[in-house]
């Protein structure tokens, strides 16, 4: 057997080898590109979910700060009407 015979076989094989290495390659991309959608689509859930929480803590806070006030004013109603 010749060595030139054996070229074209080489290119084949070696052209066989570098596609299954490319689908290779897209398989475990197209796996990473599943999971970062996944892991995207959770925090997505998680920040919404803490934003809602973030509204009720403030809402919580202002009304509190207005039911403070509210109680300060009675005091001193309270405060005025006693000097009287």
């Known amino acids: 057997m010749n060595l030139a015979q ?5 290119g084949i094989l070696a052209g066989v ?3 299954w290495w490319i ?3 897209y398989r475990q991309l197209t796996l990473v590109h599943r999971r970062s959608e996944m892991e995207f689509a959770v925090q ?3 920040k ?3 934003e809602q929480r973030l509204a009720v803590l403030e809402r919580i806070v202002t009304d ?3 039911e403070t006030a509210d109680q300060i ?3 001193r109603d309270r405060e005025a ?3 009287r």
């Open 73 to 75: 004013e009675a005091l």
């Open 17 to 19: 080898a570098i596609m």
């Open 48 to 50: 919404s979910r803490l």
């Open 23 to 25: 689908c290779l390659r």
């Open 64 to 66: 509190r700060g207005i």
């Open 6 to 10: 054996l070229i074209p076989i080489a």
């Open 81 to 83: 009407e006693q000097v």
């Open 44 to 46: 997505g859930d998680e």
